[in-house]
């Protein structure tokens, strides 16, 4: 007889670190997780004892309401050195010109636009001026108010100073964070992430981080919603697998600092920003668990789907993550992206379709080249096109789908696009319309040439409607 031997896992996985990122991760999205720095620091079978390992202060971050459905529920227990609410008071800071939380009609420093619009990338701060993450925050525009639980809103950051004794607490929304130049070396209470170009970070309501800058200057976008948080979107008759899969997305194991020197933390609360100054490090967290937890996702590990037999499916195939609304089935916000793919077109019209949305849809580009359009796209800018603003690609591009030998092709091969699109109406900010210095408008004349060529085959139209029994057509 043979003999039978047996192996027990001794941690469980982790992705494992590179050079580029010295970082551990546990896998998973929406998941449970539980963390400890220090081995057998978490309370067992109970969230808060009389009294915790090490002297550690329990403490409850809620981002969901408590009665929030079991199945939607987000919450955290963590256990740290010092509670947060050991802190000296809040004091109003100036306002930031160019950040804005409100998109009603009503507040005269936001715009309607009909019409397209584009950025072309914007400047880094010179050397001269140091600009943090939260200094260099920019809004474009957005839709509802934080107060109402209900909207968005699209920033633009550029920075060249790593954000020291300083954090920063979101408390109107999820932050979505995109690099586009430059990696962010971000700690939050939960742990570490280091997120290159082409990876997305989602750092949730409430929750305290500081972004250093690894590579030196840095640029990128962010969407912010209000109300809901971001999640996988639905797969239907795709099955259980595809499009972002749940595995690769990444959050932190607890990490903790031993710091009791002077600190500020800086509040954002219905677009306001607030500080408030304390005698420890926020980042003291030795253990916790929980579902409200940060996590990071490389977009190259996205699954893409569409066979293009006879036509295109809808965009919707390429969404990674979606935010709901209190409308059902009408997304408060999807993120989408557009990178390199096979794409086997048999006797369709390859490239998107021309098209009128009734979403509001909002494009960048993290690297690469996006064609076919006519507003010099580039790595760090940002298109606009409101709800039903007809658009679609220019007439060279038109021409040579429609005469080219269908098959096999690789698309976007090395080009990382994005877009934000919302079932909102979207309105641009006055930094956006007016303090950019980046702002232009499509060309229209790319579609000049899309004339009405039906006009040419007019006889055989006569002719074909003759044989039905049909009058001609009249022309002038």
């Not at 809620?62 to 000296?88: C, K, L």
């Not at 040579?400 to 090395?414: D, F, I, N, Q, S």
Request: glycine letters at 10%.
């Amino acid at each position: 007889m043979g003999t039978f031997g047996s192996a027990s896992a001794q941690s469980t996985f982790s992705v494992p670190q590179d050079v580029k990122d010295p970082y551990r991760y546990q896998v998973g999205f929406g998941n449970r997780f539980a963390s400890e720095a220090i081995p057998g620091t978490l309370p067992y079978a109970q969230n808060n004892p009389q009294k915790v390992k090490y002297d550690l202060y329990a403490e409850s971050l809620n981002g969901t309401p408590f009665v929030t459905p079991r199945r939607d529920n987000q919450s955290a227990w963590i256990y740290r050195i010092r509670p947060s609410v050991a802190h000296q008071g809040f004091t109003e800071l100036p306002d930031n010109p160019d950040l804005e939380s409100c998109f009603l009609p009503l507040n005269p420093k936001v715009h309607f636009s009909p019409t397209q619009l584009a950025w072309y990338p914007l400047d880094i701060p010179a050397d001269s001026t140091k600009v943090d993450f939260v200094a260099g925050l920019k809004t474009l525009g957005g839709n509802g108010d934080p107060t109402l639980r209900e909207g968005l809103a699209v920033h633009i950051y550029a920075a060249n100073e790593s954000m020291d004794k300083k954090a920063f607490v979101n408390s109107d929304g999820d932050f979505l964070i995109l690099p586009q130049q430059g990696r962010l070396d971000i700690q939050t209470e939960f742990g570490k992430l280091m997120v290159r170009p082409g990876e997305l970070v989602v750092v949730q309501r409430g929750i305290k981080f500081k972004v250093g800058l690894p590579d030196g200057p840095v640029r990128g976008y962010i969407l912010e919603v209000f109300g809901s948080h971001f999640e996988l979107p639905d797969l239907g008759p795709l099955g259980t697998h595809g499009l972002a899969n749940p595995r690769d997305f990444e959050s932190p194991v607890a990490s903790f600092d031993i710091d009791q020197s002077a600190w500020e933390v800086v509040y954002k609360v219905g677009g306001k920003l607030f500080i408030c100054k304390q005698e420890h490090t926020p980042f003291d967290v030795v253990a916790w668990h929980g579902n409200y937890v940060p996590y990071k996702y490389a977009m190259e590990k996205f699954i893409h789907v569409g066979s293009i037999q006879r036509d295109h499916i809808d965009p919707s195939i390429f969404c990674v993550l979606t935010a709901r609304s209190k409308t059902p089935g009408a997304p408060l916000a999807d993120f989408l992206i557009f990178s390199g793919r096979w794409d086997i077109a048999s006797g369709t019209f390859r490239p998107p379709y021309y098209h009128r949305n009734c979403a509001t849809e909002m494009m960048g580009l993290i690297y690469g080249d996006y064609g076919g359009r006519s507003d010099q796209f580039a790595p760090g800018g940002f298109s606009f096109e409101n709800g039903f603003c007809p658009h679609g690609v220019s007439y060279d591009e038109f021409k040579k789908a429609t005469e080219a030998e269908l098959g096999p092709m690789r698309v976007h091969e090395g080009t990382l696009a994005f877009m934000f699109e919302s079932s909102m109406q979207v309105t641009i900010t006055d930094f956006g319309m007016k303090r950019t210095g980046k702002l232009h408008e499509h060309e229209p004349k790319m579609w000049d040439d899309l004339k009405g060529q039906f006009m040419n085959h007019i006889d055989q139209v006569n002719a074909d409607l003759k044989a039905a029994g049909l009058p001609p057509l009249e022309t002038q």
